[in-house]
């Protein structure tokens, strides 16, 4: 956090306890020890609700939930400064409740998640009432509506940066290897079973785009149909690279059609991150940003890609070709292209679907 004033000020992480003298200041903060003692306090709530031999199950439900949050709250640096938050600890009392109102162990796993997210969201109140929803709601969701709006916010959400196409679709394929652990949802059941539970919006006259349509969007300019080898054009790109002293291996062949180059880059995004050996450096092995007039000329050669919608079309038939020779992506394809109704998650199903993809998948970055 940021103090700013000539003002003797101090702050600190949400709960932590402060005293401020004139040179010195001791901040007592909560330890995973005392983290515990406090989720112990918020278990005795649960004694009002629960009769004699109901209450011996949820405490043990509740001490499986508590021990999958500790590690994930401890490996977050401050997230445990948390729960002295009054806020914080209403939303625990919840999670504690819908952990003992749960048979399914991967409910826990997937609660402690959520909690994780309300700490780093920290005062965004729509992400904070979004995951108050979804911490309600664990219990009641079946398994596989969970599986589908998973599988759906995954795809929709998130994009692999390779620079190659066949690179890129193995990616894509070992995230869903680890996304798709079970059979998915048909039929219409799971979707209206999700939009009673609030955690999407049905939209009844709209189309869901088919994967053919949808992904090569995505992946638009890997799959664009690039510079023809030998031609004007290209001979020209070849001379805008050399005059702007870029490597001419940023030209590639295009892996859905050999008769082409395209940029070896998987969006135009992605060159300002670009860094290149500059010959006129005394040490070679070293990297530099581009300058202005180099990326200048990189995107100038985009404008020199060929713009046949029979070409273009042909790749996107190559591509979707390529799709298939993966399995998990194949399988998908099939399950997303029967989804006969257009939905959008609400920020409950999305911080739903996000925390189970990253219950599922550890590496997944935070939206």
């Known amino acids: 956090m940021i103090t700013r004033g000539d003002k003797q000020t101090q702050t600190a992480g949400d709960g932590s306890q402060q005293l401020q003298a004139t040179n010195m200041v001791v901040n007592m903060g909560i330890d995973e020890k005392r983290a515990r003692e406090i989720c112990q306090e918020m278990t005795l709530q649960l004694r009002q609700d629960y009769s004699e031999e109901a209450l011996k199950i949820a405490k043990m439900r509740v001490i499986e939930f508590e021990n999958k949050l500790m590690p994930k709250m401890e490996a977050v640096e401050g ?27 991967a409910d826990y796993d997937l609660l402690a998640e959520l909690l994780v997210h309300r700490f780093e969201k920290g005062e965004n109140r729509i992400a904070r009432a979004g995951i108050n929803r979804a911490v309600e709601i664990v219990d009641k969701i079946s398994d596989d509506a969970l599986l589908g709006l998973t599988a759906f916010h995954v795809l929709t959400s998130f994009i692999p940066s390779s620079q190659g196409i066949l690179q890129a679709l193995n990616i894509l394929n070992n995230l869903f290897d680890k996304i798709i652990y079970d059979t998915l949802p048909t039929g219409k059941d799971w979707l209206d079973h999700l939009d009673i539970l609030d955690t999407i919006r049905i939209n009844p006259i709209g189309v869901l785009y088919k994967i053919e349509e949808f992904y090569p969007k995505i992946l638009s300019e890997q799959i664009d149909i690039g510079i023809e080898k030998n031609s004007q054009n290209h001979n020209d790109a070849l001379n805008l690279l050399k005059g702007a002293q870029i490597p001419i291996d940023i030209l590639v062949d295009h892996e859905l059609n050999n008769n082409f180059v395209r940029i070896n880059l998987p969006n135009k995004e992605s060159i300002d991150n670009l860094k290149i050996k500059q010959p006129v450096l005394y040490n070679q092995n070293l990297l530099t940003p581009l300058s202005n007039q180099q990326k200048n000329t990189i995107l100038s050669i985009y404008d020199l890609y060929n713009n046949d919608s029979n070409i273009k079309q042909q790749n996107i038939s190559a591509f979707m070709i390529e799709w298939d020779k993966f399995s998990n992506l194949k399988t998908l394809r099939y399950w997303w292209d029967n989804i006969s109704i257009s939905f959008n998650l609400t920020s409950a199903g999305t911080v739903l679907a996000h925390s189970n993809a990253q219950r599922c998948y550890k590496d997944l970055p935070n939206i």
């Open 79 to 105: 997230a445990l400064e948390i729960f002295a938050d009054p806020s914080f600890q209403l939303l625990l009392v919840e999670a504690q409740k819908t952990a003992a109102a749960s048979e399914r162990p």
